[in-house]
């Protein structure tokens, strides 16, 4: 079963504005990491944070962990089209569990 | 580095066939995973290795079976394909498992259609 289930399933925003995204997971983790989808192509690693981490940042990406509600969000800033892919938050406890991803729509 | 590539990208068989999907990574990996995505499912683990030589089952591994005979080549067989196994199949590769490095790198995918 999956552990991480993104929230929502679809985000549809203009380019300029902010887009967040949220995952919740059931069990406890080593770290949970963020991946991109871009349509007809496979997963690309976005950021690892890490159990005892709090937040992280890359770039215009910006990441939360809360271990006490098993939630993390991953907050892209100043979207653009560019950024338009499905985006997936993954749980690490020795193995890898997927979530059925967040479909991110960027209108120009 | 070509990192982690797949073959072939699409295939259509019919009920009952087999065939194989090789997965070859360049960067030294240890880990290797073979994953399925279905529409609105996500990704689910089918089978992984932690090393040359071993393989292990992960989420839904029947109806599939793998083999891991060089360090660099992660090979899934079908031998007898169904129209449940239709998907989209990924490979990926990781330096190692745990807390810190355990990024994973994906390949580009391969398209099945079992009829």
């Known amino acids: 079963s999956q552990q991480g289930e993104e929230d929502p399933q679809a985000l549809s925003i203009q380019e300029g504005e902010n887009a967040t995204m949220n995952c919740s997971y059931k069990?406890?983790?080593?770290?949970l990491q963020w991946y991109r989808q871009n349509s007809g192509r496979g997963l690309v690693h976005l950021i690892l944070?890490?159990?005892?981490?709090r937040e992280k940042h890359s770039g215009r990406l910006r990441v939360t962990l809360d271990t006490s509600k098993k939630s993390s969000s991953l907050l892209i800033t100043a979207s653009r089209a560019a950024d338009t892919a499905s985006y997936f938050c993954?749980?690490?406890?020795?193995?890898?569990?997927f979530g059925a991803g967040t479909r991110l729509t960027v209108k120009p | 580095n070509a990192g982690v590539t797949q073959t072939p990208k699409f295939r259509v068989l019919k009920t009952g066939q087999s065939m194989t999907l090789l997965c070859a990574q360049d960067?030294?990996?240890?880990?290797m995973y073979w994953y399925r995505q279905d529409p609105g499912m996500g990704l689910r683990l089918i089978h992984y290795?932690?090393?040359?030589?071993?393989?292990a089952k992960g989420e839904v591994p029947d109806g599939y079976n793998v083999s891991r005979l060089k360090k660099q080549n992660f090979l899934l067989g079908l031998e007898s394909a169904a129209p449940s196994q239709t998907s989209v199949y990924f490979c990926?590769?990781?330096?190692?498992?745990?807390?810190?490095?355990?990024?994973?790198?994906f390949g580009p995918g391969t398209r099945l259609t079992v009829l």
């Open positions: 990926a590769s990781s330096r190692g498992q745990g807390r810190v490095y355990n990024e994973q790198f």
């Open positions: 069990t406890s983790i080593n770290n």
């Open positions: 944070i890490r159990s005892n981490e």
């Open positions: 993954a749980t690490n406890n020795n193995d890898m569990r």
């Open positions: 960067m030294n990996h240890e880990y």
């Open positions: 290795s932690v090393g040359e030589g071993t393989t």
